[in-house]
């Protein structure tokens, strides 16, 4: 029987990315182990919504606000959370809070502190005034190996406390025989004859530009007509459409551009159920390192499309056939890949199915789930031991 333990996930964000999937499904796992899980997020956020709804513990983060070494004080309440919950390790989702948390933690040397990361770092955090922050995280998290430069690079963390884990997503297989008909009453179903390429769109987005090669890319693709096929972008988000900041430009530059019937929207449906209806998914965001709906995408039999970055490029390398990268904003070499895809789909279908046991190894809930639990047992274990140590020398 493992130790109950009490933990704090730290995840104050209005988004609704792969980071905030991963924090709801960090609590649930945890949860689901028996041990006490609290969320700290914005009040009201998609976040704190889906967590009320999964009935997990919430503490409101006091809104938006700088994480300037001035204004640190705004965040001391943290310390009371800290002795009321009894927390004994803190899972810190933004690297913006991590800075905060590591120095409401330097007097706590029984509390463990764990950083998740999965998007690129901007800045160098290697300067002496960072040091002894960086110094507090016992354990960093990432889903790929190949981000272990970055995080040692930007961050000055060890390698030995880098901890390559996956993401812990669901296994959804399009080419199993109970999920390759789904259900025939949704409105995809009157385009079974053309090619469905999917595509996520978070619900934050603010501007369209982003999109613009895709589009540019899906015009083309209108009149070559792949294998005598018409191409149809399904755009997906978790939250609806019309509550979407940029639906309405979205829908005046479909229109203005004669794309307005080659568009399908949807956010009834659960992303996960919709890519069983895609026949391609493409990835147009960078800033994740791996998106979990690419994985999902993968494990569900789904050749991909993705922007290039040094985790996408060793994705496919470690995995080879079951997709592309191409070079963000270049609507030429993503139209060159799409169309290579559905030329060959069956090809990529193939290499998929035989990379199905790797992806699951590396991605699957089960091994994340059982790993997550040692790292967090380890890194009490190791706190304790380091504090009976220092007690026993007189330095604490």
């Given amino acids: 029987m493992r130790k109950q333990m009490n933990i704090l996930f730290i995840c104050p964000s209005e988004f609704w990315s792969?980071?905030?999937?991963?924090?709801?499904?960090?609590?649930?796992?945890?949860k689901e182990?028996?041990?006490?899980?609290?969320?700290?997020?914005?009040?009201?956020?998609?976040?704190?919504?889906?967590?009320?709804?999964?009935?997990?513990?919430?503490?409101?983060?006091?809104?938006?606000?700088?994480?300037?070494?001035?204004?640190?004080?705004?965040?001391?309440?943290?310390?009371?959370?800290?002795?009321?919950?009894?927390?004994?390790?803190?899972?810190?989702y933004d690297i913006h809070m991590l800075w905060p948390v590591s120095f409401y933690l330097r007097n706590r040397p029984l509390m463990s502190l764990i950083f998740s990361?999965?998007?690129?770092?901007?800045?160098?955090?290697r300067q002496f005034w960072y040091r002894p922050l960086v110094s507090r995280i016992d354990v960093t998290l990432i889903p790929n190996r190949e981000m272990v430069e970055s995080v040692v690079g930007a961050l000055g963390v060890p390698p030995h406390k880098i901890e390559d884990c996956g993401l812990g997503v669901?296994?959804?297989?399009l080419y199993e025989e109970q999920d390759s008909?789904?259900?025939?009453?949704?409105?995809?179903?009157?385009?079974?004859?053309?090619?469905?390429?999917?595509?996520?769109?978070?619900?934050?987005?603010?501007?369209?530009?982003f999109l613009h090669p895709l589009f540019h890319a899906l015009k083309v693709l209108k009149r070559q007509r792949p294998l005598g096929r018409t191409c149809?972008?399904?755009?997906?988000?978790?939250?609806?459409?019309d509550q979407s900041l940029i639906y309405p430009d979205l829908r005046n530059y479909l229109v203005d551009n004669g794309l307005d019937q080659d568009v399908l929207f949807e956010s009834k449906t659960p992303v996960i159920k919709l890519q069983r209806w895609m026949d391609l998914w493409i990835g147009?965001?960078?800033?994740?390192?791996?998106?979990?709906?690419?994985?999902?995408?993968?494990?569900?039999?789904?050749?991909m499309v993705l922007t290039r970055s040094t985790t996408s490029m060793e994705l496919i390398r470690q995995n080879p056939g079951v997709g592309h990268t191409y070079k963000r904003y270049d609507s030429r070499e993503l139209r060159v890949r799409v169309t290579d895809i559905l030329e060959r789909r069956e090809e990529f279908t193939r290499k998929i199915e035989s990379s199905y046991e790797k992806l699951k190894e590396q991605f699957g809930v089960e091994t994340y789930k059982d790993q997550l639990i040692k790292i967090f047992s380890k890194s009490l274990t190791k706190r304790l031991r380091f504090y009976r140590k220092k007690k026993l020398s007189g330095r604490v």
């Avoid at 147009?284 to 050749?303: C, H, K, M, N, Q």
């Fill in 170 to 173: 669901g296994e959804e297989r």
């Fill in 33 to 92: 182990e028996g041990h006490n899980v609290f969320l700290y997020c914005l009040q009201d956020s998609y976040l704190d919504l889906q967590a009320k709804k999964h009935e997990l513990k919430t503490i409101a983060h006091p809104g938006r606000f700088s994480t300037s070494f001035m204004r640190w004080r705004k965040l001391g309440h943290l310390t009371d959370i800290f002795d009321d919950y009894k927390i004994e390790i803190v899972q810190c």
């Fill in 117 to 125: 990361h999965n998007v690129e770092i901007q800045k160098n955090y």
């Fill in 232 to 241: 149809k972008l399904v755009l997906i988000s978790d939250k609806p459409w």
């Fill in 18 to 30: 792969t980071v905030e999937r991963t924090a709801l499904r960090d609590c649930k796992l945890l």
């Fill in 181 to 209: 008909n789904p259900d025939q009453g949704h409105f995809l179903a009157n385009f079974s004859d053309d090619w469905l390429m999917g595509c996520y769109i978070g619900a934050h987005e603010q501007k369209v530009q």
């Fill in 284 to 303: 147009v965001r960078s800033f994740e390192a791996i998106e979990d709906y690419t994985v999902t995408a993968l494990l569900g039999g789904l050749p």
